[in-house]
């Protein structure tokens, strides 16, 4: 259920790019620098935000939210996303949930699938994925909201056990606090 991305999807063309706020310095590389936000070819994209990518080995984009953004020793500018999971993707597990066309399903648990370490460049454009989960940490989303959407998720699926649920932990893959991974 890895995701490799294309190493070279327009590495080294970058035209229209900006680092946005930065966040921070590496701890055990202080020349590793993190940011808050960037701007690429025009828009402006921040943690947390939902993102199509360029994907080698995949028909359809995949979609990820970016958790990690930022820009090695070498110049290299990264991003680290947790994915989702389009139904087709996981149909052999998903039993007798029937989803809808535009429902996804975030990636947690613990095992390979969760998330990957990709350079920024694969990024192809903004996704808006809005969480409908009843989770009381969760504030239910508005009507305007919901119709701009491109997709809706309410459950995850547990890259590890293979399951679909539909309760949020407190954390995935190292990002504490539900509201900024859903």
Same mark, same amino acid.
């Given at each position: @259920?890895?995701?490799?991305?294309?190493?070279?999807?327009? !590495?080294?063309?970058?035209?229209?790019? =900006?680092?946005? =706020?930065?966040?921070?310095?590496? $701890?055990?590389?202080? *020349?590793?620098?993190?940011? /808050?936000?960037? !701007?690429? /070819?025009?828009?402006?994209?921040?943690?947390?935000? #939902?993102?199509?990518?360029?994907? %080698? *080995?995949?028909?359809?984009?995949?979609?990820?939210?970016?958790?990690?953004?930022?820009?090695?020793?070498?110049?290299?500018? @990264?991003? =680290?996303?947790?994915?989702?999971?389009?139904?087709?993707?996981?149909?052999?597990?998903?039993?007798?949930?029937?989803? #809808?066309?535009?429902?996804?399903?975030?990636?947690?648990? /613990?095992?390979?699938?969760?998330?990957?370490?990709?350079?920024?460049?694969?990024?192809?454009?903004? #996704?808006? $994925?809005?969480? %409908?989960?009843?989770?009381?940490?969760?504030?239910?989303?508005?009507? %305007?909201?919901?119709?701009?959407?491109?997709?809706?998720?309410? #459950? %995850?699926?547990?890259?590890?056990?293979?399951?679909?649920?539909?309760?949020?932990?407190?954390?995935?893959?190292?990002?504490?606090?539900?509201?900024?991974?859903?």
């Amino acid at each position: @259920m890895s995701r490799p991305l294309s190493s070279s999807a327009n !590495v080294g063309e970058v035209i229209d790019f =900006k680092w946005g =706020k930065k966040r921070g310095v590496g $701890v055990k590389n202080k *020349d590793t620098h993190y940011y /808050e936000s960037f !701007v690429y /070819e025009g828009v402006e994209y921040f943690l947390y935000d #939902c993102v199509y990518l360029f994907s %080698t *080995d995949h028909v359809e984009t995949s979609i990820g939210k970016l958790i990690k953004i930022y820009e090695r020793p070498t110049r290299e500018k @990264m991003i =680290k996303v947790v994915w989702f999971f389009r139904p087709m993707e996981i149909r052999n597990f998903l039993g007798n949930y029937q989803p #809808c066309w535009n429902e996804l399903f975030l990636a947690s648990g /613990e095992d390979k699938g969760l998330s990957d370490v990709n350079y920024l460049e694969s990024i192809i454009g903004k #996704c808006n $994925v809005v969480c %409908t989960s009843k989770d009381k940490r969760n504030p239910k989303p508005s009507e %305007t909201e919901l119709n701009k959407a491109d997709y809706f998720f309410s #459950c %995850t699926f547990d890259v590890g056990r293979r399951v679909i649920i539909d309760k949020f932990t407190n954390e995935i893959d190292g990002v504490k606090g539900q509201k900024k991974v859903v």
